[in-house]
């Protein structure tokens, strides 16, 4: 008997020392089977480990993991490393999971790679911009590229919230205030972070975030409390998410905010009732940094006790950071306030997808140097974000056809803080992008004007302060000039997480400049870069050419020099509504109607006294360096069936002497219904590129589903009765018919 146990032990040893092996040894049985033998073997501290999510100070101080987290990696109790990356630094921490500890379970690595890994593409909002869908896709897929090269794993991103105050400056990392529109770029942006197949070196896995509405935060400040409808949530906010969920996405984050006075990290409704229950969710549920602990300020938690308990029984499987499951998950065990069931269902669910990524099979087929030194900023990828960049860029004014300009000959004054910047064009968020690498506006138009064109330069301010020193010199440059180019905007730090702002104006004393530059009686044009939606009624109205850059990434300046030149005849829409004022916000289109709707004849009515309700720019707006006209709106019939499908065409032409790209937009308005309805809602949109004098005949069809809501039984259904369907240029200039759904 004795010997028999001695053998068994030696046995259990070797099988140990050997996982990546044994997982070749039992693929004839399958991902369960191994998942299930490994759990078998796990001590709760082990299985409490790989729910565990710990960050390195590689941004800090290089390729550095914290003290502490060595020790834990070699015991089992962290089972996966954030901001850790290079292919060497991820082979070393993975050599100490795989060699050193008991169960040798490779660790997963991740990291916030959300516009870009080493070549940064544009912001997302930026990119949102393009309505380029595949576009958006191989960005996606390109970062993952580069970043899997690097030895991650894994992504944190998209973030798919839908965002509708520009005051919250995480409205820079998603798709804007449109949930048509954001659920399919959702779509694209996983399938292009998770590529062809899980498991395969180029692919990272993705993280739907932030989950759920925590782009609906209170007077749009970071973090802040969120009160919305069960309605709302589900009209405007979760759409995105089970379009993630629904492509595939791997992994969820929640969110930092409270629903209706429940912590989204300790909201069983979402995490279990809708994303597992009713999505079919199969991956695993990610906190955000440190939110398990968070919820003792919320007032929902009397301790990390309480609050680990109500995370791990509401549906979270790994803490991110806040050291709650490691400190408190065993001793809960223990008091029979959390079962063994619930923290090994989370386990497998990481199991599994370490499984998918093959770290069983070879933990270190990430970590491969030399894959990281040739796929890290390709020529390829760099020729992607130039494309990326110039499609993200959206023409707001171009009074009396200033732009392009002419770069043959004459001056040129370039002039502002961001002209000649390398930092701020990386934006928020920029993953491992090197500002050295970045071409500036200056760069750009130098290497594009022809030697009989003069550039003249001068910064003329800074971005946010009031020193006024170098209005002078600017000035005088201006007045040599024939024409002004301003490049002004936020620094990227001003947008993005824990970048809440009160004030949309241009920062600092750039406006001042700008009235200068405008006194010059030069002609100017105006580049924005920023992360989100300014408020610029004086430049509107002062400023002949406005030119919306957002942060474009590594190849800014090449971008934005093609576009001011006519190399590249602008095509960007808004992805978001730009107010005229703050007072206004949120403005965006798909409001709903009131039962006093404005008429600016009567007092009495939903109005302001002082500005006009409609924003300054509306959402999908964008101009072009041509003409496009809309005519001929038809419907192939003027009521259909549930059965049926509608098909709306529209003539559209260009009218001018540019070839250019023309975003349709289809909008559609329920007149009646059980529920009141928003008074447009984007459902359809495609991108022509037309020859000039070249006219195309656009043709949508609407099905059922099109004109389904929830209705006042929150029912997903569509209501016999009459519609508005609108087609045209965005969310304000419309051709309209009418038609009827009726029963049969």
């Known amino acids: 008997?004795?010997?028999?146990?001695?053998?068994?032990?030696?046995?259990?040893?070797?099988?140990?020392?050997?996982?990546?092996?044994?997982?070749?040894?039992?693929?004839?049985?399958?991902?369960?089977?191994?998942?299930?033998?490994?759990?078998?073997?796990?001590?709760?501290?082990?299985?409490?480990?790989?729910?565990?999510?710990?960050?390195?100070?590689?941004?800090?101080?290089?390729?550095?993991?914290?003290?502490?987290?060595?020790?834990?990696?070699?015991?089992?109790?962290?089972?996966?490393?954030?901001?850790?990356?290079?292919?060497?630094?991820?082979?070393?921490?993975?050599?100490?999971?795989?060699?050193?500890?008991?169960?040798?379970?490779?660790?997963?690595?991740?990291?916030?790679v959300i516009h870009g890994f080493r070549t940064i593409f544009p912001i997302p909002l930026g990119e949102a911009a393009s309505w380029d869908l595949a576009a958006i896709e191989k960005s996606a897929r390109i970062a993952a590229t580069e970043?899997?090269?690097?030895?991650?794993?894994?992504?944190?991103?998209?973030?798919?919230?839908?965002?509708?105050?520009?005051?919250?400056?995480?409205?820079?990392e998603g798709a804007g205030e449109d949930t048509y529109l954001g659920s399919l770029i959702a779509r694209a942006r996983v399938q292009g972070f998770q590529g062809q197949a899980i498991g395969r070196d180029d692919t990272l896995l993705a993280c739907a975030k932030h989950f759920a509405a925590y782009g609906a935060a209170e007077a749009g400040r970071d973090y802040n409390s969120v009160d919305i409808s069960e309605r709302t949530l589900r009209e405007v906010y979760l759409p995105p998410f089970q379009a993630a969920v629904d492509a595939g996405a791997a992994t969820i984050m929640t969110s930092f905010n409270e629903i209706s006075g429940i912590p989204s990290t300790g909201n069983r409704h979402l995490l279990t009732d809708i994303l597992r229950n009713?999505?079919?969710?199969q991956g695993f549920v990610v906190t955000d940094y440190t939110s398990i602990n968070e919820m003792i300020n919320h007032g929902f938690a009397a301790n990390e006790a309480e609050a680990g308990e109500l995370a791990i029984n509401s549906g979270v499987d790994m803490d991110m950071q806040?050291?709650?499951?490691?400190?408190?998950?065993?001793?809960?065990?223990?008091?029979?306030?959390?079962?063994?069931?619930?923290?090994?269902?989370?386990?497998?669910?990481?199991?599994?997808?370490?499984?998918?990524?093959?770290?069983?099979?070879?933990?270190?087929?990430?970590s491969d140097?030399?894959?990281?030194?040739?796929?890290?900023?390709?020529?390829?990828?760099?020729?992607?974000?130039?494309?990326?960049?110039?499609?993200?860029?959206?023409?707001?004014?171009?009074?009396?056809?200033?732009?392009?300009?002419?770069?043959?000959?004459?001056?040129?004054?370039?002039?502002?803080?961001?002209?000649?910047?390398?930092?701020?064009?990386?934006?928020?968020?920029?993953?491992?992008?090197?500002?050295?690498?970045?071409?500036?506006?200056?760069?750009?138009?130098?290497?594009?004007?022809?030697?009989?064109?003069?550039l003249l330069y001068a910064k003329g301010c800074n971005i946010n302060d009031t020193a006024r020193d170098g209005f002078a010199e600017a000035v005088q440059l201006a007045q040599q000039a024939d024409v002004i180019v301003a490049a002004m905007g936020e620094e990227a730090i001003m947008s993005g997480e824990a970048a809440s702002r009160a004030n949309l104006n241009l920062p600092g004393v750039q406006e001042e400049l700008l009235r200068e530059l405008k006194a010059s009686g030069k002609p100017v044009v105006l580049i924005l870069m920023n992360g989100r939606p300014l408020t610029i009624p004086w430049a509107a109205e002062h400023i002949p050419a406005i030119v919306e850059c957002w942060f474009l990434g590594t190849q800014s300046g090449h971008a934005i020099a093609e576009v001011l030149?006519?190399?590249?005849?602008?095509?960007?829409?808004?992805?978001?509504?730009?107010?005229?004022?703050?007072?206004?916000?949120?403005?965006?289109?798909?409001?709903?109607?009131?039962?006093?709707?404005?008429?600016?004849?009567?007092?009495?009515?939903?109005?302001?006294?002082?500005?006009?309700?409609?924003?300054?720019?509306?959402?999908?707006?964008?101009?072009?360096?041509?003409?496009?006209?809309y005519a001929n709106l038809t419907l192939n019939q003027a009521a259909m069936t549930p059965a049926d499908k509608l098909v709306v065409s529209v003539e559209v032409k260009n009218c001018g002497e540019r070839a250019g790209t023309e975003t349709v937009q289809l909008y559609l308005r329920d007149e009646f219904a059980s529920v009141t309805r928003p008074v447009k809602e984007l459902k359809k949109f495609c991108q022509i590129t037309l020859q000039p004098g070249e006219s195309q005949n656009v043709a949508f069809a609407l099905a059922l589903n099109d004109l389904s809501f929830y209705d006042r039984n929150m029912q997903w259904t569509a209501e016999p009765g009459t519609f508005v369907v609108m087609v045209g240029a965005n969310a304000s200039d419309l051709l309209s018919a009418r038609f009827e759904l009726r029963k049969r």
């Open 1 to 112: 008997m004795q010997m028999v146990k001695k053998v068994g032990r030696m046995l259990c040893m070797c099988v140990m020392m050997s996982l990546p092996a044994m997982a070749q040894n039992i693929a004839s049985d399958g991902e369960e089977a191994f998942v299930e033998q490994l759990l078998s073997r796990m001590t709760l501290e082990e299985k409490i480990g790989q729910l565990t999510l710990y960050t390195s100070d590689y941004d800090v101080s290089g390729p550095f993991l914290r003290a502490g987290y060595l020790d834990d990696i070699k015991a089992g109790r962290v089972g996966a490393i954030f901001n850790a990356f290079t292919a060497a630094f991820t082979r070393k921490l993975q050599t100490m999971a795989v060699e050193q500890t008991r169960l040798k379970v490779p660790l997963l690595f991740g990291y916030d």
């Open 147 to 172: 970043a899997s090269a690097a030895g991650l794993h894994w992504t944190f991103a998209p973030m798919v919230d839908i965002a509708r105050d520009p005051r919250w400056g995480r409205i820079a």
């Open 278 to 281: 009713e999505w079919k969710f």
């Open 322 to 366: 806040g050291a709650i499951f490691q400190n408190e998950l065993a001793k809960l065990v223990a008091q029979q306030r959390v079962s063994v069931a619930a923290i090994d269902a989370a386990v497998r669910r990481i199991l599994r997808l370490k499984y998918k990524l093959g770290l069983f099979a070879n933990p270190f087929a990430y």
């Open 369 to 454: 140097e030399t894959r990281e030194k040739t796929r890290i900023m390709a020529p390829e990828h760099l020729q992607a974000a130039f494309e990326m960049a110039k499609k993200a860029i959206v023409l707001l004014k171009n009074d009396g056809n200033l732009l392009p300009l002419a770069k043959n000959g004459g001056t040129i004054a370039l002039i502002g803080p961001l002209a000649d910047n390398r930092h701020e064009p990386l934006g928020s968020w920029c993953g491992a992008g090197d500002w050295q690498h970045v071409m500036t506006i200056r760069q750009g138009l130098a290497a594009r004007l022809s030697p009989g064109c003069k």
């Open 565 to 629: 030149l006519g190399d590249y005849n602008p095509s960007g829409r808004l992805p978001v509504s730009f107010p005229r004022t703050i007072g206004q916000i949120p403005v965006y289109y798909n409001h709903k109607n009131t039962g006093r709707p404005l008429d600016v004849n009567n007092k009495y009515t939903s109005k302001y006294l002082d500005v006009a309700n409609s924003p300054l720019y509306p959402f999908g707006f964008g101009l072009s360096y041509t003409r496009f006209s």
